[in-house]
């Protein structure tokens, strides 16, 4: 183990800290929680972006990293592992939490007490399900996730986010027991819970074992799937987006898409070749699709449209995942990469959308106010930013663009590397199904430009008394920052599915993960061990 | 023996999600609790029921994996009980603060027309 292999603790460790060290700030000290929550929150960046280097740059054998937590070896202790993927989504955390933990400099960072350290959970949640390769270990990180989300959700707290958090809670602490049992029947059918020695006893389970392990393993997807919001074990997600703070509804964008990857990761590694289950993550993720359409054309409201938006982007993953073609992962990742940034970048700015429409007008105001509990935070002092309408429009035009995959930006790029992958399947012949995956998405994304463009219409044409409102610098710059990264990755599109491909290529050869973490030795003890242990 | 622990863990189950399914928030907490109880039990028992077999070396005595039960189910079912139980008084919290805003404990934050 050399010194550098280290660095696949840091973005658990780094947030775990910071987090730790947030608890006993209490209120005020906002510059100080801020300040420390930036700290880690570049930290993690580096430590992302010098993981995808050394995956990427052939210092571990086949890009996979490995770290054998208390030096325990492979199949018994916890593994951490990072590859291509695992850098990618690690990489993608820190550029989202940086742009969110951004927007709440002024204002949603300053109401409450806990925010900052429960975003810090909520991102070591999400790192530590990025890199660990244990199932239950999965499990724990998951839940840190959801814990420090449950509490975000809640954060500004009035009577409509208690109400989806009720729902948002009841149905994830079902979600993990699923889970639990999901990973229970696996271990009872494999006797253990290391994601690669799983996959290297799959040739060798009993036909009775396999048929439990294949059980197990349908529950534990059931888990997922209700993360990632698949039709019709989503019906959560758009209420919760709508409700919660737009910087905790960006990181929630990010968290459906932890879900999908759990997905993409297990089953390459233990279904390779025999393709269980895919028929459903297919079928389903069309059928969310078309769920996601339809609640875009019907939402009224911005946040319910970004979370139907959501939902169709799941969908597309997941169906684009179940379609079980190697060619067509590489697409995927550049359109989870893109789709995510698009949208945290609308939940974002909705709120600064909401600004033109006069607050006083409304009869919401009126009921949030006879609760009298509202939890808001105060408009930010100090001077605005120039040509603030202008700004809006552009911006909601390009998030729009994106999401519905329009050229020039990222969605496009995304959409048409999928088109190219499914028009040129290895088999020869297109199925039925890839033609009807075509014709939903080129749906899905016309359904998208006309919900979009209705509500730009309203909000910036229709809208006679709109008034340019007062934007801050901090809240203007992390929505500048996700679209141009939605730029970048357009214009720098050879290189980064250049990169994307051999993520794609490294995850779909199991064996290389298997010889890699089971044969991944320990640190020799610095003491000679005597020859027999003694009893103590 | 196998039986009652499998009839026994499939009734609790059952009966929790016959209350997550009621409209009082209550009963929804009272049936995630049951469900809990009845999945902890059953990690307990994926590593197989044995009389007699302790899952810990015995001091001074070579290990015989034959003599022992298996220890890895009882680790993972003390997490999953301890995060469980962390995450249900979570629900509570959230429950009382509902009641307390909305002033009915009704799921939907309020009652149903009649």
Redesign the interface.
């Known amino acids: 183990m050399t010194p550098l292999d280290h660095l696949l603790l840091a973005p658990v460790l780094l947030p775990l800290l910071c987090g730790a060290v947030l608890v006993p700030l209490t209120e005020g000290w906002h510059r100080l929680k801020f300040a420390l929550g930036y700290a880690s929150v570049l930290g993690m960046l580096a430590s992302a972006l010098a993981l995808a280097a050394l995956t990427d740059g052939g210092y571990w054998q086949h890009g996979i990293g490995v770290y054998l937590a208390a030096n325990w070896a492979a199949p018994f202790g916890i593994a951490l592992v990072a590859d291509r993927l695992a850098a990618l989504m690690l990489l993608l955390t820190a550029l989202l939490a940086l742009a969110a933990l951004h927007f709440a400099r002024l204002r949603w960072g300053r109401i409450g007490v806990h925010f900052h350290s429960l975003f810090q959970f909520l991102l070591m949640g999400i790192n530590g399900a990025f890199l660990t390769h244990d199932l ?1 270990n999965l ?2 990180f998951f ?1 840190v996730m ?2 420090a989300s ?2 975000l959700v ?1 954060h500004g ?1 009035n ?1 409509e986010r ?2 989806a ?3 948002y ?2 149905i994830n ?2 979600a ?2 699923l889970f ?2 999901g ?3 696996i ?2 059918a494999a006797g253990t819970l290391n994601m690669s020695d799983l996959a290297a006893r799959m040739a060798g389970l009993a036909p009775g074992a396999r048929g439990l392990f294949e059980i197990g393993a349908t529950v534990l997807a059931l888990a997922f799937l209700i993360k990632s919001a698949m039709w019709p074990l989503g019906f959560w997600l758009p209420t919760t987006y709508a409700a919660a703070s737009p910087p905790v509804a960006a990181m929630l964008v990010l968290m459906t898409k932890v879900g999908a990857y759990a997905i993409l990761r297990l089953w390459l590694l233990l279904f390779p070749q025999a393709g269980f289950g895919h028929d459903a993550l297919l079928w389903g993720g069309m059928a969310t699709i078309v769920f996601g359409a339809a609640g875009m054309l019907s939402s009224d409201n911005a946040g319910r449209l970004a979370g139907y938006g959501a939902v169709v982007s799941s969908g597309t993953l997941l169906a684009v995942i179940g379609y079980g073609q190697a060619t067509l992962v590489a697409g995927a990742l550049y359109y989870l990469a893109g789709s995510t940034l698009a949208i945290a970048a609308f939940l974002l700015l909705i709120e600064l959308i909401e600004r033109i429409r006069t607050p006083h007008a409304s009869v919401l105001a009126v009921t949030l106010e006879a ?1 009298a ?1 509202e939890d808001k935070p105060d408009e930010p002092v100090g001077r605005g930013v120039p040509a603030a309408m202008a700004f809006l429009a552009l911006s909601f035009a390009a998030c729009a663009m994106v999401i519905a995959g329009l050229p020039p930006l990222s969605g496009f790029v995304a959409k048409f590397s999928l088109f190219h992958a499914l028009l040129n399947p290895p088999q020869g012949t297109i199925a039925a199904a890839g033609w009807t995956l075509m014709a939903l998405i080129i749906g899905s994304g016309l359904v998208s430009v006309l919900s979009m463009m209705r509500f730009g219409v309203r909000t910036f044409w229709a809208n006679s008394g709109a008034a340019p409102p007062k934007l801050h610098r901090s809240e203007v710059l992390p929505v500048l920052f996700l679209l141009g990264l939605s730029v970048f990755m357009t214009v720098e599109a050879g290189s980064v599915f250049a990169w994307l491909d051999r993520a794609s290529e490294g995850i779909h050869r199991p064996q290389d993960y298997i010889g890699r973490v089971l044969g991944q030795p320990v640190v020799p003890s610095p003491v000679p061990q005597p020859a027999a242990a003694e ?2 | 023996m196998e039986a009652v622990i499998a009839i026994a863990i499939g009734v609790v189950f059952g009966a929790g999600i016959w209350l997550v399914l009621r409209p009082r928030s209550f009963q929804v907490l009272c049936g995630l609790m049951l469900m809990s109880y009845a999945v902890n039990l059953f990690i307990f028992i994926v590593g197989r029921l044995w009389i007699d077999r302790p899952p810990l070396t015995p001091a001074g005595s070579a290990p015989d994996p034959a003599a022992l039960a298996d220890p890895l189910p009882q680790a993972l079912v003390l997490t999953a009980i301890v995060i469980g139980f962390a995450t249900t008084a979570l629900y509570l919290v959230v429950m009382i603060g509902s009641r307390g805003l909305t002033g009915t404990d009704h799921v939907d934050g309020r009652e149903p027309e009649p």
């Open positions: 239950f499990f724990v839940e959801l814990a449950y509490g809640l707290y009577a208690l109400r958090s009720m729902q809670i009841a602490l079902a993990s027991l639990l049992i990973a229970a029947l271990y009872a609760w509990v009893a103590p």
